[in-house]
């Protein structure tokens, strides 16, 4: 079964500055299947990329998506304070299970 | 607008069952794959179950396998997970979501805002 693995599992910044997430996967997946979620305290995961690069409506182009195979990452350029969540990456792939990894906690410092 | 609303949660005793439903509105319900996932308190998110938009395929989490089915109503625009055998680790939100394919591209692009589930004697 194919383990996903985020990293940093909490990160403190500052608005401003740049935020950058890692996924990775424990056999190489196609970047279709990759994706991406944010969930802010008490409200429910949002949709934020897909196609590990593609934006999903309403996602801001501060954030940005690359990567293959086994190395994912998620990119916020400049940080605001509504972006201060958990992430969540996915691998939707052909067969399940649609495993999620564990998630990143984005603080404010 | 999409809309998605979880009902059914609540305390439950170990061993019990309990059926989830998620009402579905603003899209035409019976063309898209639904999902449920969950949250345990404070921990990450865990996939659960997917049904196809027809009701023809089924797919559990192992964890949830034999004890968990999901299943859909397309005349109701409803989805259900019926959880039998309830254990204390399956206290959890839980969550329907909308499944979409697009241009290759797979993911859960609606949730709904979720339903709280505890085990508890």
């Known amino acids: 079964e194919i383990v996903l693995t985020q990293s940093p599992g909490s990160l403190s910044l500052s608005p401003g500055e740049r935020a950058t997430l890692s996924c990775r996967v424990s056999q190489s997946v196609s970047s279709t299947y990759l994706v991406w979620y944010q969930q802010k305290p008490g409200q429910a995961p949002r949709l934020l990329m897909y196609?590990?690069?593609t934006r999903a409506t309403g996602t801001p182009d501060r954030f940005s998506g690359s990567g293959s195979g086994t190395d994912f990452t998620l990119t916020i350029s400049r940080l605001e304070p509504e972006d201060f969540a958990v992430y969540y990456c996915q691998q939707y792939g052909s067969s399940p299970p649609y495993i999620f990894g564990q998630g990143t906690k984005l603080e404010i410092k | 607008q999409v809309q998605l609303v979880e009902s059914g949660g609540g305390v439950v005793q170990p061993g019990r069952s309990l059926r989830l439903s998620c009402a579905a509105s603003g899209f035409t319900f019976s063309t898209y794959g639904m999902h449920w996932v969950r949250q345990a308190p404070g921990k990450g998110l865990e996939w659960l179950a997917l049904?196809?938009?027809?009701?023809?395929?089924?797919y559990d989490a192992d964890s949830v396998k034999g004890r968990f089915t999901i299943s859909r109503d397309n005349s109701k625009n409803m989805l259900y997970l019926q959880m039998n055998s309830l254990r204390a680790e399956d206290t959890a939100v839980y969550y329907c979501a909308r499944d979409l394919w697009d241009s290759g591209f797979k993911f859960l692009d609606y949730w709904g805002q979720g339903t709280l589930v505890t085990v508890s004697s």
């Open positions: 049904i196809w938009y027809d009701g023809s395929k089924r």
């Open positions: 196609g590990a690069s």
